[in-house]
T-cell receptor
C-alpha cells in the first residue's frame, strides 16, 4: 500500500526517558514534516525536510531532533521527555509546489 | 507571516441539509488553501485545495470550497450533509508567493451531523 507509515502507534514512557518515532513514505514525495497535535487538537508544525535537507525548524525545544537518512524517511528523536511532550505526533509528506499533504496515522505519546 | 482562522468551534447540521464550515486566511503572497478532515484516532485526510483558477473547487466526498479573494475566505460546503461527515475539519494555508513549504493549520471545526 502506498502510504505514510509511523511507528509506534502508541508510546507510553516515563519522564526523563529518550524515545524515537519513525516515519516512512513510499509515495516518492520530496518533502516530509513533523506536526504536533495537542489535547485541544491544535496542529503545530515542528520540522520539515526537503530531499534530506532541513528547511523548517520551528521554535521547538532542542530536546527534539529530527533525522532524515534519505528522502523516504524522517525520524523524530526526543531526549529527556517531559509531561508537556504528551501529544499526538503526525508525520506527513508532500510533493513540491502546491500539493496537499499525506498524513500518517499518528503516534500518541504519553509521558507519565 | 501567514495565518488562518476558523471562527466556529462546532457546526451542527441536520442530515440532508447543506453545510458550511468557515475559514478566513491571511498571507502576504498568493494563498495556497487546503481543507483536511480528521476522523477520531486517525490522521488528517486531504479533501481539496485551491492554488489558482476557478474560485469554486470540488474535492472528495462531495465537498467543495469557494475561494473569495476580497473577503480572504475559503469556506467549505456540501449541498447535503451525511451523518458520516461528522468529523473535525481543518483549513490550512501556505504562502505560495514566497515559495515556502510551511503550511499553517486552523484550530479546527467540529462538524456534527444529526440523523
Amino acid at each position: 500500500d502506498t502510504a505514510v507509515s509511523q511507528t509506534p502507534k502508541y508510546l507510553v514512557t516515563q519522564m526523563g526517558n529518550d524515545k524515537s518515532i519513525k516515519c516512512e513514505q513510499n509515495l516518492g514525495h520530496d518533502t516530509m514534516y513533523w506536526y504536533k497535535q495537542d489535547s485541544k487538537k491544535f496542529l503545530k508544525i515542528m520540522f520539515s525536510y526537503n530531499n534530506k535537507e532541513l528547511i523548517i525548524n520551528e521554535t521547538v525545544p532542542n530536546r527534539f531532533s529530527p533525522k532524515s537518512p534519505d528522502k523516504a524517511h524522517l525520524n523524530l528523536h526526543i531526549n529527556s521527555l517531559e509531561l508537556g511532550d504528551s501529544a499526538v505526533y503526525f508525520c506527513a509528506s508532500s510533493r513540491e509546489g502546491g500539493s496537499g499533504y499525506t498524513f500518517g496515522s499518528g503516534t500518541r505519546l504519553t509521558v507519565v | 507571516a501567514q495565518s488562518v482562522a476558523q471562527p466556529e468551534d462546532q457546526v451542527n447540521v441536520a442530515e440532508g441539509n447543506p453545510l458550511t464550515v468557515k475559514c478566513t486566511y491571511s498571507v502576504s503572497g498568493n494563498p495556497y488553501l487546503f481543507w483536511y478532515v480528521q476522523y477520531p484516532n486517525r490522521g488528517l485526510q486531504f479533501l481539496l485545495k485551491y492554488i489558482t483558477g476557478d474560485n469554486l473547487v470540488k474535492g472528495s466526498y462531495g465537498f467543495e470550497a469557494e475561494f473569495n479573494k476580497s473577503q480572504t475566505s475559503f469556506h467549505l460546503k456540501k449541498p447535503s450533509a451525511l451523518v458520516s461527515d461528522s468529523a473535525l475539519y481543518f483549513c490550512a494555508v501556505r504562502d505560495g508567493g514566497t515559495g515556502g513549504f510551511k503550511t499553517i493549520f486552523g484550530a479546527g471545526t467540529r462538524l456534527f451531523v444529526k440523523a
